[in-house]
């Protein structure tokens, strides 16, 4: 819920700055070809995040931007009776990608890199994480461990729409608004050891709910069989794209 209110908040700010990138454009001549961009709303959607990407003009109203950057999948907890997470984790992830942008010149009193866009876009996320799981046996107290390791792999084919607001010339605000895609997932998970009145099978499954809980549209990672302890679980879904990335142009 946190990071739904930051992302509504920062794209009503991008609705404000729609007059004021007007009024900043107002006899602006210079022409610059790149754009450099950090992205805003990663920080918001991961941990320990930072994505930039590189726009380059080369053709009239049209684009080319390339992605990239690192980014840790969130911490969760699982509802399970007598089972935890040490505190301490290894995590790591990054993320590639690029789209080819057309800016619509019957719409935009402006030439590109400023107004509204249409592009298709490729991106790939990868998440590695291991951690510790901690079971308390409820009949006698035993405390058993196992090391859990997991990836998650995202691959992103879509279309998006977006503007992108330029201030003095210089400065860019870039809002991706809607970028539906055909999204395959690819879930990795595994228990280093059996652990003595734990279904392992049940540990598995109540993740997949706490990763769904972060990220919605991931949808059924499972099989009619279940998780295995051990393997790879894959879904094809519906999935979106949407950010906010500030930058410089030169």
Request: proline content about 3%; overall charge neutral.
């Amino acid at each position: 819920m946190r990071n739904l209110t930051s992302l509504r908040i920062a794209f009503s700010l991008a609705f404000v700055l729609f007059v004021f990138s007007d009024v900043c454009a107002q006899g602006s001549t210079r022409d610059f070809k790149n754009s450099v961009k950090f992205n805003v709303t990663n920080t918001m959607l991961y941990d320990n995040s930072f994505q930039f990407s590189y726009e380059r003009i080369i053709k009239e109203n049209q684009s080319i931007n390339v992605f990239g950057g690192y980014q840790e999948f969130p911490l969760f907890t699982i509802d399970l009776d007598q089972v935890n997470f040490a505190k301490n984790s290894s995590r790591t992830g990054f993320s590639i990608g690029a789209d080819y942008r057309f800016y619509l010149g019957k719409i935009n009193k402006h030439s590109a890199p400023r107004g509204v866009y249409l592009a298709p876009f490729i991106s790939f996320f990868q998440f590695k994480t291991d951690r510790q799981l901690i079971h308390t046996n409820p009949e006698n107290g035993a405390v058993s461990t196992s090391d859990f390791t997991s990836r998650l792999n995202l691959t992103n084919v879509g279309g998006e729409l977006g503007y992108q607001f330029v201030l003095w010339d210089r400065f860019v605000i870039d809002c991706v608004l809607f970028g539906p895609s055909v999204t395959h997932y690819g879930f990795n998970a595994k228990l280093a050891n059996d652990i003595p009145g734990l279904d392992e099978n049940e540990v598995l499954q109540k993740i997949i709910l706490a990763i769904k809980d972060k990220y919605p549209n991931i949808g059924d990672l499972t099989n009619d069989e279940g998780v295995k302890r051990s393997g790879v679980q894959s879904i094809t879904a519906v999935g979106f794209r949407y950010n906010i990335s500030i930058g410089y142009r030169f």
